[in-house]
């Protein structure tokens, strides 16, 4: 609506019939012409319409290839950096589309074509464009800033609201990921580059933590040194930080025992089973026994 109204009528027309009056000028002058002026004017033309291609094109393949150098120069400095091949593959392509509109440009300028329209409507299309695909632009900005920041690698072992898994693919618009059952979760990258993640892989060692009850009048120290020759047994354990044996709380029904020991990321839930599983036997080979949750019930008789 406010486009038709910006239209004025009368500025058209006379438009239109300074057009009419220039064309009818350049009939009038051509008819005035000799025949051999008139094949003078058209193979000066024709000259100076060739020139002007020659140059275009001699512009045209030597902006071709120093677009092709540049490319190459920024793919060896992305591969000593290790760029993320991802990020590598979208700023060459998003250089190389610059580069490419920009050499057309001026090509067309070359050959005497207005370059205005032509700009216009790229920005005009760029606009319309960032607005139609507002949510899908948050998601590559998102994941632009993902691949440049690094919060997390291919391989990598995260969660991220309830979702956790291992890092399959990071893309410009998504993160997938593949959950311990085997499931693909597929990531918008707007909202996990903005909330809180938690990388399992990110550090090189991790606690593993054991809560164990034994029954009370059961013996606490003969509990703990059981614990330690486990832990001490076993190679996966880290002897720096130390590992800690300790009497964590006095339960309902049990008197719970805390040990907590230091391991390389990739050990964790290896070693928590085995662990787990090494109690379960060893314990009552030692006399200590695992109570069940009771509750003890006195009748009053009476009288």
């Not at 009528?9 to 009419?20: G, H, L, N, V, Y």
């Not at 290839?65 to 993320?84: A, N, P, S």
Request: glycine content about 6%; overall charge neutral; proline content about 3%.
């Amino acid at each position: 609506m406010l486009f038709l109204q910006s239209i004025d009528p009368e500025k058209i027309a006379e438009a239109d019939s300074i057009r009419k009056a220039k064309l009818a000028e350049t009939i009038t002058q051509i008819s005035q012409m000799s025949p051999q002026e008139i094949l003078d004017m058209v193979i000066r033309y024709i000259i100076t319409i060739s020139l002007k291609i020659l140059a275009a094109l001699v512009i045209y393949f030597i902006g071709r290839w120093i677009i092709r150098r540049i490319k190459k120069v920024l793919q060896r400095i992305f591969e000593r950096r290790k760029v993320e091949i991802s990020l590598r593959n979208f700023i060459l392509s998003l250089v190389s589309a610059t580069l490419m509109i920009l050499l057309i440009l001026t090509v067309i300028g070359i050959l005497g074509i207005n370059t205005t329209s032509f700009i216009a409507l790229l920005a005009s299309a760029g606009l319309a464009i960032g607005m139609a695909l507002s949510g899908t632009m948050q998601n590559f900005a998102g994941g632009v800033m993902l691949l440049m920041l690094k919060q997390y690698r291919v391989g990598d072992f995260i969660e991220f609201q309830g979702y956790t898994g291992t890092v399959k693919e990071i893309r410009l618009f998504n993160t997938v990921i593949n959950t311990t059952d085997n499931k693909t979760i597929i990531i918008p990258n707007s909202g996990i580059s903005t909330n809180i993640i938690n990388n399992y892989s990110k550090e090189p060692i991790r606690r593993v933590e054991w809560i164990i009850g034994i029954s009370y009048g059961d013996d606490y120290e003969e509990a703990k040194a059981v614990m330690t020759s486990l832990l001490e047994q076993d190679p996966r354990v880290l002897k720096e930080p130390p590992f800690l044996v300790a009497l964590n709380n006095l339960g309902d029904s049990s008197v719970n025992i805390v040990a907590r020991a230091w391991c390389k990321s990739e050990d964790y839930w290896d070693l928590h089973f085995d662990i787990n599983q090494r109690v379960y036997k060893t314990f009552p080979e030692h006399g200590l026994s695992f109570p069940f949750p009771q509750m003890d019930i006195h009748l009053i008789k009476e009288r």
